[in-house]
């Protein structure tokens, strides 16, 4: 089964209907790390350096000091917190630390070289930049060349934004306590958590709360792959157009198409804008090349809009046919910055009874929102969340950690993919395999989760095989995806 993810408020309910356990959950979360440290820690490795803050989190921290303690290990604990404001559970697990014999210093000793440093300074819905001291603790922690076990999250994340709010922890390895949380897999997130790991605490979570929100795999949408039977012919696998390719960029529109037809579409039509644009593509002349009006005059399954299209009144005007037409469709590039200015079509896209499916970047998700990047930036799911209402659209709220919510608001969060990607052609490539996806007849919200997590698979498919990440291209793309679709559907 996929994992889910919780927001912070989720992971606050279910701690609260879990009631009071034995051993608490506070216990069975200092238990937990204390076991991942010691796999941590290097053979000959002693000294171990805990740091924490004035909350709970330093409670989890007073509670993995008590069992590295006891196996033997010189633990240094400091926290600046002053323990009279402790919340109890932490004060409480605070006067075990003592009652272990065991000392919080103010100070790092000067003098050690610690073998591992344990991040108990701030845990879940941090709202603002650690400062003074606190912040010092942090760029210590950032440069010791010893693992870095986060509790929880790292210090200075965001755990529903990803976020790092100022001075933020860089672990090498992060331990999750009931569930994932958004923060670890977008945005700043990946490059601050290291290896992640997650300790449920032994609750049945999904029972105490239904999640919404998953992390986008194959495991999530399996039961509805359809591995074709012999008895199989070219119309069951659907008719796509993609619409595009104005003078100068019709390698876009040909990209989309050549990764619609090795990801399995029946039948590709690519309708270029350049009029001076050729007849047939070298490298797959299986693609069917015409003119815009001549494509949309077909009988078509879906319409991809927007892989080189520009924003010329002819532009405009095929972005509002798609969005007129019953058919699924794909709305990316330049067909979103169209419907960004336009208020009628903003609201015929609102209207539309057919999967939509968009997939903007986030200043194309800016526009559309009618704000500033950085705001964008600030709330990746917030943000995907109010498009996906806002055009009733399957989104993608492209980046590090894509953010995806379908049109019913079930949300996921995508975690494949790598640096490589930010590379052009990419977003074209992404159209293609969701345009074929939708073509074969699967739903919008299994196309958007297959589609994007299959596009990143196979960019660390080629890593994998020493290709990039630096100087990874588009194109490269397509074969390695042909070859884990197939995979996916058993064959």
């Known amino acids: 089964m996929s994992q889910p993810i919780y927001l912070t408020e989720d992971i606050r309910r279910i701690e609260a209907a879990a009631g009071s356990v034995t051993p608490t959950l506070m216990a069975r979360a200092g238990r937990a790390a204390a076991e991942l440290a010691l796999r941590l820690l290097p053979e000959q490795g002693k000294d171990v350096l805990i740091l924490a803050g004035p909350g709970n989190n330093a409670g989890d921290a007073y509670e993995v000091a008590v069992h590295l303690k006891a196996a033997y290990l010189r633990v240094a604990l400091v926290s600046p917190a002053d323990p009279a404001k402790l919340p109890q559970d932490a004060a409480e697990a605070l006067r075990k630390w003592q009652a272990a014999g065991g000392e919080v210093l103010r100070d790092v000793p000067a003098d050690r070289h610690w073998s591992l440093v344990v991040d108990g300074l701030f845990g879940l819905g941090l709202s603002r930049a650690p400062d003074g001291r606190y912040a010092q603790l942090i760029d210590l ?14 210090s200075g994340l965001g755990s529903d934004t990803g976020r790092a709010l100022g001075q933020a922890i860089r672990a090498t390895h992060t331990i999750s306590f009931v569930a994932l949380k958004p923060g670890l897999l977008t945005l700043d997130g990946p490059d601050h958590c290291g290896a992640i790991s997650v300790a449920d605490l032994g609750l049945d979570v999904r029972a105490l709360h239904a999640p919404s929100g998953w992390v986008a795999e194959p495991a999530t949408m399996a039961w509805v792959l359809k591995p074709r039977l012999r008895e199989f012919h070219k119309g069951q696998a659907g008719s796509l157009a993609i619409l ?22 029946g039948r590709v039509t690519v309708g270029l804008l350049d009029h001076a644009a050729p007849d047939v593509d070298p490298v797959a002349p299986e693609l069917m090349l015409r003119h815009p009006d001549d494509t949309l005059g077909q009988n078509l399954d879906v319409v991809v809009v927007g892989p080189g299209l520009g924003q010329s009144e002819r532009a405009e005007t095929l972005v509002g046919a798609a969005i007129a037409s019953d058919m699924p469709c794909v709305l ?39 704000m500033s990047t950085q705001a964008v930036q600030a709330d990746r799911l917030a943000a995907a969340r109010a498009l996906a209402e806002r055009f009733a659209a399957h989104t993608v709220l492209k980046g590090n950690g894509s953010v995806l919510v379908a049109r019913d608001r079930h949300w996921f969060v995508n975690t494949s993919g790598n640096p490589g990607m930010a590379s052009a052609g990419m977003g074209d490539t992404l159209a293609g395999f969701l345009g074929a996806l939708l073509a074969q007849r699967y739903s919008g919200e299994a196309s958007l989760v297959l589609g994007v997590h299959l596009h990143g698979a196979a960019a660390d498919a080629l890593v994998a095989q020493g290709i990039g990440p630096v100087g990874l291209t588009a194109g490269e793309l397509i074969e390695p995806a042909r070859r884990l679709w197939n995979s996916w559907l058993g064959r």
């Open 141 to 154: 922690a950032n440069a010791q060349r010893c693992p870095v076990l986060a509790l929880d999250i790292p």
């Open 244 to 265: 595009g390719g104005t003078a100068g960029m019709v390698g876009a529109a040909l990209l989309a198409g050549r990764a619609a037809l090795k990801l399995g579409a």
């Open 332 to 370: 990316d590039a330049d067909a979103l910055n169209i419907l960004a200015d336009n208020a009628d079509l903003r609201a015929a896209c609102a209207r539309r009874h057919a999967d939509t499916l968009i997939t903007p970047h986030p200043g194309e998700a800016a526009r559309l929102l009618e």
